[in-house]
């Protein structure tokens, strides 16, 4: 069985600081990995995506992958209050389905201004 | 254009009860799935849907849950006789066409909806 673990947090930072959320998965043969947020209330929405080694940036968020480590990082550049949110790491599951994802907990990210 | 709907968004539910709670898909999407999301924690997966096929339904927790999309589009998640565990947010995704994918750079975005929060008394 797959598992994706994340710290609950709550992480807590000051607006216009950078943010890092880490993510670690037991299945070394995963290939991709989301990042999803969730606003309190809210559905996930994704904002990235990976299937690489190394660095891949949208913006001010940046995803890291180390898959000899089973490591995979969100990094929230200037951070907002508006980025305070659950953020989700999942990995795909390919056992008997096409593909649903497996969530870690979810870090809560605080942004105070 | 309109995204996954579900419905309703909040349901109370006295123990022993049946619900059904329903999801509306992106219109042409091929693969839905349903999740189970208790406080604190992540979506769970519970079943896989592609067109009216029910292809994984392993996650389903017990035999009182059911669910169907007997014409490809609309589907229906039904809990029996609720239990208090089962109170926890209930989201239904889409997406266009296989799962996540990630085998190489592709990948297909599940869409999720606004959830329906349930609540067994």
């Known amino acids: 069985q797959k598992e994706v673990e994340q710290n609950s947090g709550p992480l807590s930072v000051p607006e216009g600081a950078i943010a890092s959320l880490n993510c670690t998965y037991s299945?070394?043969?995963?290939?991709?990995f989301f990042w999803y947020r969730q606003y309190s209330g809210k559905s996930p929405e994704l904002i990235m995506f990976?299937?690489?080694?190394g660095d891949k940036e949208d913006g001010r968020f940046t995803a890291q992958l180390n898959k000899a480590s089973q490591y995979v990082s969100l990094l929230i550049r200037d951070s907002q209050p508006s980025d305070s949110a659950t953020y989700l790491c999942?990995?795909?599951?390919?056992?008997?389905?096409?593909?649903?994802?497996?969530f870690g907990k979810g870090t809560k990210l605080s942004v105070k201004p | 254009g309109a995204g996954v709907s579900q419905s309703p968004r909040y349901k109370v539910a006295k123990r022993g009860q049946d619900v059904a709670l329903r999801c509306d898909p992106i219109?042409?999407?091929?693969?839905l799935f349903w999740y189970q999301q208790a406080l604190g924690q992540g979506p769970e997966f519970l079943t896989y849907?592609?067109?009216?096929?029910?292809?994984?339904k392993s996650g389903l927790p017990s035999d009182r849950f059911f669910a169907e999309r007997p014409e490809g589009s609309v589907s229906t998640l039904k809990i029996q006789r609720t239990q208090q565990e089962d109170s926890a947010v209930y989201l239904c995704?889409?997406?266009?066409?296989?799962?996540?994918?990630?085998?190489?750079?592709?990948?297909?975005?599940?869409?999720f909806g606004p959830g329906t929060r349930l609540t067994v008394l």
């Open positions: 995704a889409s997406s266009l066409e296989g799962g996540a994918s990630g085998v190489s750079s592709s990948y297909n975005e599940q869409f």
């Open positions: 299945d070394r043969g995963s290939q991709s």
């Open positions: 990976i299937y690489s080694n």
């Open positions: 999942a990995v795909p599951y390919y056992g008997g389905s096409q593909g649903n994802l497996i």
């Open positions: 219109s042409g999407h091929v693969s």
């Open positions: 849907f592609q067109n009216e096929a029910q292809l994984d």
